[in-house]
T-cell receptor, first 110, second 113 residues
Framework: GQQLNQSPQSMFIQEGEDVSMNCTSS?????WLWYKQDPGEGPVLLIA?????ELTSNGRLTAQFGITRKDSFLNISASIPSDVGIYFC??????????FGTGTRLTVIP | KAGVTQTPRYLIKTRGQQVTLSCSPI?????VSWYQQTPGQGLQFLFE???????NKGNFPGRFSGRQFSNSRSEMNVSTLELGDSALYLC????????????FGEGSRLTVL
């Protein structure tokens, strides 16, 4: 079946450190999305990628759409405590039908 | 601009009962989709509505149903509740269809005893 594997599953980092996470699939997708979910909240869209090889930034966040269209990467620079949460990659598979990855849980130690 | 509003936020039901969850999308958004989130299965798509029509349905049993009203508000219903239905149910709305750019509500947390 379809899978989006996110790595790592969890991360514990010191405040100020940079963070890298990725999402891989055995299938090709034309859109990759990154969402963040804070505790007790719904996911919030961080970055949307629509072109293979595309590199897009949103503040301290930078995401890349892999050239093979089977993966995507998210980097967070100079982490701060409010970066804590679960980061999901997602791909559209139909009418606003998103298939979500397994998530990367980020903990930032002050 | 008000966000996506879901009610109730928390509810407890017993096996065999049925439940109805409500979602008010962001004003002007005509697409509403529903997701189930559990620790074991993660975030899974339930169904999506646009202009009162269900356009897409996930792989869930017929006990899960939904509808959308003319004002774009949506409800989902789960009948004959099972323990495994305990989850966070998230509603999302979208202005631009089929881009994957969704705005989620805070969810309705259902506990089935």
């Amino acid at each position: 079946g379809q899978q989006l594997n996110q790595s790592p599953q969890s991360m514990f980092i010191q405040e100020g450190e940079d963070v890298s996470m990725n999402c891989t699939s055995s299938s090709i997708f034309n859109t990759w999305l990154w969402y963040k979910q804070d505790p007790g909240e719904g996911p919030v869209l961080l970055i949307a990628l629509y072109k293979a090889g595309e590199l897009t930034s949103n503040g301290r966040l930078t995401a890349q759409f892999g050239i093979t269209r089977k993966d995507s990467f998210l980097n967070i620079s100079a982490s701060i405590p409010s970066d804590v949460g679960i980061y999901f990659c997602a791909v559209p598979t139909g009418a606003n039908n998103l298939f979500f990855g397994t998530g990367t849980r980020l903990t930032v130690i002050p | 601009k008000a966000g996506v509003t879901q009610t109730p936020r928390y509810l407890i039901k017993t096996r065999g009962q049925q439940v109805t969850l409500s979602c008010s999308p962001i004003s002007g958004h005509r697409s509403v989709s529903w997701y189930q989130q559990t620790p074991g299965q993660g975030l899974q798509f339930l169904f999506e509505y646009f202009s009162e029509t269900q356009r897409n349905k996930g792989n869930f049993p017929g006990r899960f149903s939904g509808r959308q009203f003319s004002n774009s508000r949506s409800e989902m219903n789960v009948s004959t509740l099972e323990l495994g239905d305990s989850a966070l149910y998230l509603c999302a709305s979208s202005l631009v269809v089929d881009t994957g750019e969704l705005f989620f509500g805070e969810g309705s947390r259902l506990t089935v005893l």
